[in-house]
């Protein structure tokens, strides 16, 4: 039933900016921690970002100055704003929810656990 969408990736020159954003859908009442992973051909998944749902903030080492995560709730979106790209940040980038809370009169109260996002693109050039 939940679902998350990824958007705004796309290929930039490096020291360029690019901002993506994720859609949360489904019978949703309460988002726990979202985040961002990356990954890049025959590299291991690395987490990029993340917000818990009081807004508290974390983010690798790699992006610490150059990438802010937020959240809007109302929305039910979560952003990664990118600035000072370099080639290094080339991946596809996947939105994450470690849970969900959903109600729905058939279902009633559920967690969904570990929902991710179908990933966008984000190339950087030199």
């Known amino acids: 039933q939940v679902q998350l969408v990824e958007s705004g990736g796309g290929l930039v020159q490096a020291g360029g900016s690019l901002k993506l954003s994720c859609q949360a859908s489904?019978?949703?009442?309460?988002?726990?921690?979202m985040g961002w992973y990356r990954q890049a051909p025959g590299k291991q998944s690395e987490l990029v970002a993340k917000i818990t749902s009081d807004g508290s903030t974390n983010y690798a080492d790699s992006v610490k100055g150059r990438f802010t995560i937020s959240r809007d709730n109302n929305k039910k979106t979560t952003s990664l704003q990118m600035n000072s790209l370099k080639p290094e940040d080339t991946a596809k980038y996947y939105c994450y929810v470690d849970w969900i809370l959903t109600f729905d009169q058939a279902r009633g109260t559920k967690k969904e656990f570990d929902t991710w996002g179908q990933g966008t693109q984000v190339t950087v050039s030199s």
């Open positions: 489904g019978s949703i009442v309460h988002i726990n921690n």
